[in-house]
């Protein structure tokens, strides 16, 4: 997401200042003004300048950003924090909008885990408040999907029906999915932080059925692929990781799946949230994953025997 966010800003004629330790991708933007640091305990870089926006892509734990937020409180117009939709209290209703309970660490931690996330996001975006009441964006994406995605839990997709034959598809055809392009999440936070009203977002895309999803997959990649239906109990019984095995897939029995694919995006739209056609994501995240060396260690999905041994079980059961 930096990466998209800086090209995003400069499209539109800002003055960029990277801060960052210097490690991962360091001639990235070798034009750009760089400053190095580490956000907890070295932020002297930052000491005597000003800025009129601020976007933390990366603060997980309340303690570490509070001191960027401290720091920058009269050094900063704007703070725009990148949050998660993660930070509300479970089980999450159909159509949850940002005035929705948030969740709160059951004890005080540091250790970053499915069950922490959430409640530690939830935290720093207390302590972004405390020190800008007035001029802090909230920004809570769900899944951020796209070129440059090390995760593949979207680009597994693109991917696997583009290479054809049978493919595992998971539950119900119709079951609603959600996720956003990264580009055009970028593209919106410049605005937002250039411009926009500060509160908190739900910064997520419209559901659409996974149907449509793997049709439109199969549409830009071409190829032969057929897609077979599976039942979300063969999937549990067969102890098919939801998510992470098996990407956009969390079974319905699940109580996390009432609402995880139908947060309510309303007030980000009314903002100026807009999306490209899902065939522009696609071919991107295709063309970009296509650039990665055949023996690239996938993050996520199933393997091609994992999935086989699924498909053959699958049709035994059917008979």
């Known amino acids: 997401m930096g990466r998209a966010i800086v090209h995003a800003a400069l499209a539109a004629g800002h003055q960029v200042t990277l801060f960052n ?27 005597g300048r000003r800025f009129d926006a601020v976007i933390d892509t990366c603060g997980y734990v309340p303690r570490v950003v509070r001191q960027s937020a401290q720091l920058l409180a ?8 990148v949050s998660t939709l993660s930070v509300y209290a479970d089980p999450q209703p159909a159509g949850t909008a940002e005035d929705a309970p948030l969740a709160v660490l059951a004890e005080e931690t ?5 069950e922490t996330y959430g409640p530690l996001k939830a935290a720093c975006e207390r302590v972004v408040r405390q020190f800008f009441p007035e001029r802090a964006f909230l920004v ?10 090390r995760s593949d839990r979207f680009t597994y997709w693109p991917v696997r029906v583009a290479r054809g034959g049978e493919v595992l598809a998971p539950g119900r055809p119709d079951r609603l999915v959600q ?8 593209a919106w936070m410049v605005e937002q932080a250039a411009g926009g009203t500060p509160g908190a977002y739900n910064a997520v895309g419209h559901p659409i059925p996974m ?12 190829g032969d692929a057929r897609f077979t239906w599976v039942d979300d109990s063969f999937l549990v019984e067969h102890e098919v990781g939801a998510w992470m095995e098996l990407p956009l897939w969390i079974p319905e029995s699940d109580p996390m799946a009432v609402g995880f694919f139908s947060f309510d995006n309303g007030k980000a739209v009314t903002a100026g949230l807009a999306f490209r056609p899902l065939q522009e994501t696609v071919r991107a995240t295709l063309e970009w994953a296509n650039t990665r060396p055949p023996d690239h260690a996938w993050r996520t999905g199933l393997t091609a025997e994992r999935e086989r041994e ?3 079980e699958w049709h035994r059961d059917a008979r």
């Open 110 to 114: 540091e250790e970053i885990t499915g």
């Open 179 to 186: 996720f956003i392009d990264v580009r055009d999440l970028a």
């Open 310 to 312: 699924l498909l053959q």
């Open 211 to 222: 149907r449509h999803v793997l049709e439109t997959c199969r549409t830009v990649g071409g």
């Open 21 to 47: 330790r210097g490690q991962s991708n360091p001639g990235l933007f070798a034009d750009l003004e760089t400053l190095h640091g580490d956000r907890d305990g070295d932020l002297g870089a930052l000491q």
């Open 74 to 81: 009269d050094a900063a117009d704007r703070y725009l924090f």
């Open 140 to 149: 809570r994406p769900g899944l951020i999907v796209g070129p440059h995605d």
